[in-house]
């Protein structure tokens, strides 16, 4: 069945790189995301890539798609206070989006 | 309305009692999404409608959850004789294309936060 696993935490420091890992076992996964969700609020969409992609940026987000591997990661460069949030990862195959545990994302001075 | 609407906003329900969640999703979208997220945990896929096919509720965790999507729009979750272990945020989520190859956006509402006491 279909499974996203990422690692629960991950503490930076501000103006470091963060980087989060998903790994994905639906290999007719077409699009895989990236989703924030900062304290108290929903989940809103950061990025997305195409499964034929092995890069994508987008500003200071960098997404890696290994697809041998099924695996997948958001690259944050100059992490700031700002982007401290759950990251979550979500594969979507043939209809609907599943998604990943969440990585809590904690940036501190 | 502009985006996924859901209400109540905060639910406190007593142990065995029923509860409904509703979710108004954004106009024109044809695929709404329900999740759970308890503390601690990631999203929990648990039913999704798509146009006029029939829901994939492979994600609902016991039969004490249903859920309908009237008229193609709005959405009710129940949840019957509600157990401690229901506690959590209930999101919603609504997107244009549920199927096929399209690049698909999933908006989601604030959630309801149920608690069973």
């Known amino acids: 069945g279909e499974d996203v696993e990422q690692s629960l935490f991950l503490s930076v420091r501000e103006g470091d790189s963060s980087v989060i890992n998903c790994t994905y076992t639906d290999s007719s996964s077409t699009y895989l995301y990236w989703y924030k969700q900062e304290p108290g609020a929903g989940l809103q969409l950061l990025t997305y890539i195409f499964s034929n992609m092995d890069m994508k940026q987008d500003q200071r987000l960098t997404v890696l798609l290994n697809k041998k591997d099924k695996h997948l990661s958001l690259r944050i460069a100059d992490t700031q206070t700002g982007d401290s949030a759950i990251y979550f990862c979500?594969?979507?195959?043939?209809?609907?989006?599943?998604f990943g545990t969440g990585t809590r994302l904690q940036v501190f001075p | 309305g502009a985006g996924v609407s859901q209400s109540p906003s905060n639910k406190v329900t007593e142990k065995g009692k029923d509860v409904e969640l509703r979710c108004d999703p954004i106009?024109?979208?044809?695929?709404l999404y329900w999740y759970r997220q308890s503390l601690g945990q990631g999203l929990e896929f648990l039913i999704y409608?798509?146009?006029?096919?029939?829901?994939?509720k492979s994600g609902l965790p016991s039969d004490r959850f249903s859920a309908e999507r009237t008229g193609g729009s709005v959405s009710t979750l129940t949840i019957q004789r509600t157990q401690q272990e229901d506690s959590a945020v209930y999101l919603c989520?609504?997107?244009?294309?549920?199927?096929?190859?399209?690049?698909?956006?999933?908006?989601f509402g604030q959630g309801t936060r149920l608690t069973v006491v």
């Open positions: 979500a594969e979507r195959g043939t209809d609907k989006l599943i």
């Open positions: 409608f798509q146009g006029n096919s029939a829901p994939d």
């Open positions: 989520a609504s997107s244009l294309v549920g199927e096929g190859t399209g690049h698909t956006e999933a908006f």
């Open positions: 106009s024109g979208h044809t695929a």
